[in-house]
Structures are given as C-alpha cells and as structure tokens.
C-alpha cells in the first residue's frame, strides 16, 4: 500500500475557496491509487482566538483546560474538509487525536508523540481511501487530550507519515518551499530546493516557524523525507532530507529572526562556584527555555549574568529570580522586551573562516547594536533592538551573496 502524507496550515483551510485548493492538491496522489493521510490544522487566527478567549475567562488559564479548548480549532477544519471530499464521493473519514491515538506525555501545551498506533489507521485504509486527522493533538495515558505547542500540526503529520511509512511527508502552506530567509520579509529570498535535516533543524530553531523544531527532530530520526509546497501554486517545493554531497555546498545557507525573546540581567551576582546552576535550576524547573547566556569575567567578586527566554515567559522568571536573588547577591534585575535574535545558519561555515566577521560588519553598516553573540558550529547568533529585525535580516542576507539574482 502506497500512503502519502499531506499537511495543510491555517491559511490554506482559511475558507471554503482554499479548502477547494486543498482538495485539488489531495486528489493529485489519490488519482494515482495511493492512500492519503491528511493533516490539517485550525482555520487561519482560530488558535489566536481561543487563546485569547480563555485569558478572557481566567487569568491563568488551567493548562489541561486550554488544550481541550485549543484543540476545537483542528477538529472544525477535520470536520468541514471531510464533507466537502464525500460531497465529491470520495471515501472518508475524520480522526481526532484520541481515536488513533496519537499518545502523547502529558506535558499540556508543549507535549510530545510518544506513540502513534499506526496499525489501527491502516486498517482503516480498507474502508477510507482519505483519512483526515486533526493536527496539533494528541492524549496522555489517561485520555486526557494534550497539544503539541504552536505550529504542532507539522510534526503530527511527520509523526503519522513516519508511523504509515508513508513514502513522502507533504506540508502544503502560504509560501511555496523553504527560502533562504522568510519571502514575506525579504523579496529577495530564494528558494532551497533541497535542504539537510540538520540545516533545517538550525532554521525551525532559530525561528524560521515554516516547519516546527520538533517536526525537523523527528523526520531526522525516522528518515522521513518532507516536501514543502504552497497550496496555492504548483512549484517543485523544497526536499528536507539527508544530506548529500549534491546539495548547495554554501558558507552560508540561510538567515533567520526570532522576535520571541526578552532579555534578563542579573546585575553583580557573586563570582564563584555554583551561582549558575543557582541561577537556571529553578528556571528549567519551571518549564522555561533559556536561550543565548553571557557572563563576563568578574571584577570584584561580582559578574552581571544576561540571558534571554521566550517574551510570554518573562514574568514568572522575574518572580522566580527576586525569591533566589538575596543568595545571589545581585543589586538589580534589568528586563528588555524589545529585543530579536538573528541567526546565519550554514554547514559550511564549519570550514571557513571569517563568517562572524561579515556579519558583524554588516550590522555596523546600518549601526544595529549587539547586545549578545551565540555561536555554534553551524550558526552565529546576535541579539538585538527588535526595531531592527527586518533591516538585521536583508542586511545579512545581502552581505552573505543570498539575494536573487
Ligand atoms: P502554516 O500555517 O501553513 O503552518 P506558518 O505560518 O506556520 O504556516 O509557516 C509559514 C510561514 O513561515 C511563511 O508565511 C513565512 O512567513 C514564514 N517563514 C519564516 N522563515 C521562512 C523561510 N526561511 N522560508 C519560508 N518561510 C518562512
Ligand atoms: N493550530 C495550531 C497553531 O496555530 C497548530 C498548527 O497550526 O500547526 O499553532
Ligand atoms: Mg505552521
């Protein structure tokens, strides 16, 4: 049995007319007698809605609470594209998460797949030829339905086409493949035809929100080959898959911006042993991702300690660092909000030298600031004013010979 999976996001569900596209697109390998598992996520600004909706009603929403709330918005679009293919005669059917079940821990808005009962689905490859499932979703040992965090969608349907075996996991979305830096930022932004695992894994982490980190993770791990495309057009998308020695051999290969970051300093801490793991204990404890760190060497005895995590888990840093901060002796606690991290991302920066230079040089070419440097084999990171993200990025992108030609 040839099965093919095929992701479709907000706005290509958005309204009947793209949901018609959608269609189109589905009965491309349905016409050649394949079996297709379709993935879609809620219609455009509907998770937006019901987040905001539930802050409305409590000002901490329950967490189990609002993904049984968040995952109404996958189950409307399941609902409305199934009858829209039996209108059309085509054997289907909706799944949600929990009829699988796509098994997930029990981490409620950020939870991972666990296990996907595959053999259950392909039964139902005897009845349906199109099996619609909600993306985002899943249950934990209890039933209790969880979600997969924000752009979610994308790795159910990586999860799925890994479970089916699937020969290709499709992810049809606004932009027709992967470029070189986000097309709606940048016009002049090319598109990858093909793309390393590792590579793309760098660009989802660094905030190019095309695909989600964890769907990256997981198609490195099961070998799932994933095709991005647009739904709307009809272009050879980009291959997300192993790398080769075919693939575009260039220093550089991608610029990405993170705006989800807010910068903490703890200012005059104690320089001495055990102060940092003090510090981001309690901090990882709490659930709360700590991106770029920098700590200066200490004169004195004391060092500011800098660091940044998302923007939404700002506060409840602050409340955890002023319980510790009398053991730590720091004198204050500076926050900023409007800061962004831009990244250039590359393979083959491993082999060449000079890469953090150009693109230090080119921030001071338009005077953006940087407040913090973080560098991996692979990709060199700045934070800086958010003001500057766009310019940061075309800058960047200009200075690294990305730009259409
Ligand atoms: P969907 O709702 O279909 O999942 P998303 O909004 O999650 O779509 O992801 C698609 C968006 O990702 C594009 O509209 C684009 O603005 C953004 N994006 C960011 N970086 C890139 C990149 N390097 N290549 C393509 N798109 C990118
Ligand atoms: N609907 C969810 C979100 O907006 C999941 C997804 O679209 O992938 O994040
Ligand atoms: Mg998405």
Known sequence: ?????????????????????????????????????????????????????????????DPSELDVLLSTGEQVSIALFTMLLKDAGIKARSFLGYQIPIRTDRDFGKARILDVDAEKLKQYFSIYDVLVIAGFQGCDCENRITTLGRGGSDTSAVALAAALKAEICEIYTDVDGVYTTDPNICSSARRIDKIAYDEMLEMASMGAKVLQIRSVEFAKKYNVPILVRSTFTDGPG??????????????????????????????????????????????????????????NPSRNGATDMTFTVPKGDMEKTIQILKKIAPNLGTKDILTDKNVAKVSVIGVGMRNHAGVAAIAFSA?????????????????????????????????LHEAFGLDQV
């Not at 589905?26 to 993935?39: E, H, N």
């Not at 338009?366 to 004013?385: A, F, G, P």
Request: charge should be neutral.
């Open 363 to 395: 921030l001071r070419k338009e005077h953006i600031n940087i407040m913090i440097i973080s560098t991996s084999e692979i990709k060199i990171s700045c934070l800086i004013e958010e003001k500057y993200t766009e310019l940061a990025v075309r800058t």
């Open 238 to 295: 980009t291959l997300v898959t192993q790398e080769d020695e075919n693939m575009e051999s260039a220093m550089v290969s991608g610029i990405a911006y993170d705006k989800d970051q807010a910068r903490i300093t703890l200012v005059d801490v104690y320089d001495k042993p055990g102060i940092a793991a003090n510090i981001f204990e309690p901090i990882a404890a709490a659930g709360i991702v700590v991106d770029m760190i920098v700590q």
């Open 1 to 61: 049995m040839n099965i093919v999976v095929q992701k479709f996001g907000g706005t290509s569900v958005a309204n009947l007319e793209c949901m018609s596209k959608v269609k189109e697109k589905v009965m491309v390998p349905l016409k050649q007698g394949k079996k297709v598992a379709i993935v879609l996520s809620a219609m455009a600004g509907e998770t937006n809605r019901l987040i905001k909706l539930a802050h409305e009603w409590s000002k901490n929403p």
